[in-house]
Nanobody
Framework: QVQLVESGGDLVQPGGSLRLSCAAS????????MGWYRRAPGKERELVGL???????NYADSVKGRFTISRDNAKNTVDLQMNSLKPEDTAVYYC?????????WGQGTQVTVSS
């Protein structure tokens, strides 16, 4: 059974940076794509960004130019670098991985952007 474990969530001031990491229990080569979603208080879960097996990425418009997803195949990790954070980025962030017919989710890590 694949497990995804997120880390790095914290309280940060507006304009600050934070890096989230997602560690997979097995090889991430088995996933067609991986990425991050988030759920803000009172809102639906939304896509933050994805990274494909070949390295291509795509992002939600709300985070383009501020967030970057990267993957380390040797360490089986996928990271989310978040810069220029805004209060509206406050949410629980979930790691996500997909291979045909199966989606996997982490437990989530809380990011709070507040002064």
């Amino acid at each position: 059974q694949v497990q995804l474990v997120e880390s790095g969530g914290d309280l940060v001031q507006p304009g600050g940076s934070l890096r989230l990491s997602c560690a997979a229990s097995g090889s991430i080569f088995s996933f067609n794509h991986m990425g991050w979603y988030r759920r803000a208080p009172g809102k639906e879960r939304e896509l933050v960004g994805l990274i494909m097996l070949g390295g291509r990425t795509n992002y939600a418009d709300s985070v383009k130019g501020r967030f970057t997803i990267s993957r380390d195949n040797a360490k089986n990790t996928v990271d989310l670098q978040m810069n220029s954070l805004k209060p509206e980025d406050t949410a629980v962030y979930y790691c996500y991985a997909w291979k045909p017919d199966t989606a996997y989710w982490g437990q989530g890590t809380q990011v709070t952007v507040s002064s």
